[in-house]
């Protein structure tokens, strides 16, 4: 009965493992797009967008390197270039061509979609009693829904 719990615990790691490393690739995604925002908004909301998104993009970068050693500290090892974390993530690019409007829509749908996955990853934490990791990933959650819901209500909703 034992080993099978061990399997579980040893699978269950690999798990979390690959959820982590999904988020270090989504929050490197999203620094480079948010970055591409800063740069390129334009429009009557330009200063207030262009504060907004580099807050943004030192949030993600906060994010990033956060979980990273979250990852080394439990036996991990962080997706650490480009082409891993463009191979892992579910954030698309930037096109560089969104009007201002376009850019927090797709934040908006962005960070719904890492908190969703955020909270895969704390059931995967959770199941293996790394609590430690279950609340850095629960802190994050509850910060990527406030943003959407900030910019949700920026836009009216």
């Known amino acids: 009965m034992e080993n099978v719990k061990t399997n579980v615990n040893v699978d269950s790691a690999v798990e979390l493992h690959r959820a982590l490393n999904k988020q270090v690739a989504d929050w490197s995604v999203l620094y480079t797009k948010l970055h591409n925002y800063h740069w390129y908004v334009k429009g009557t ?90 609340d850095l990933l629960i802190g994050m959650k509850t910060e990527v829904e406030k943003d959407a819901w900030m910019l949700e209500a920026y836009m009216g909703r």
């Open 45 to 134: 909301h330009f200063f207030t967008l262009h504060a907004k998104f580099e807050e943004f993009y030192n949030s993600a970068a906060a994010r990033m390197d956060e979980v990273a050693e979250r990852l080394l500290t439990i036996g991990g090892a962080p997706a650490a270039t480009l082409r891993e974390h463009l191979e892992l993530t579910s954030v698309s690019e930037a096109k560089g061509s969104e009007t201002a409007e376009e850019m927090v829509r797709t934040l908006i749908t962005d960070f719904r979609r890492q908190a969703a996955e955020l909270e895969g990853a704390i059931e995967i934490a959770g199941e293996l009693e790394d609590k430690v990791t279950e």
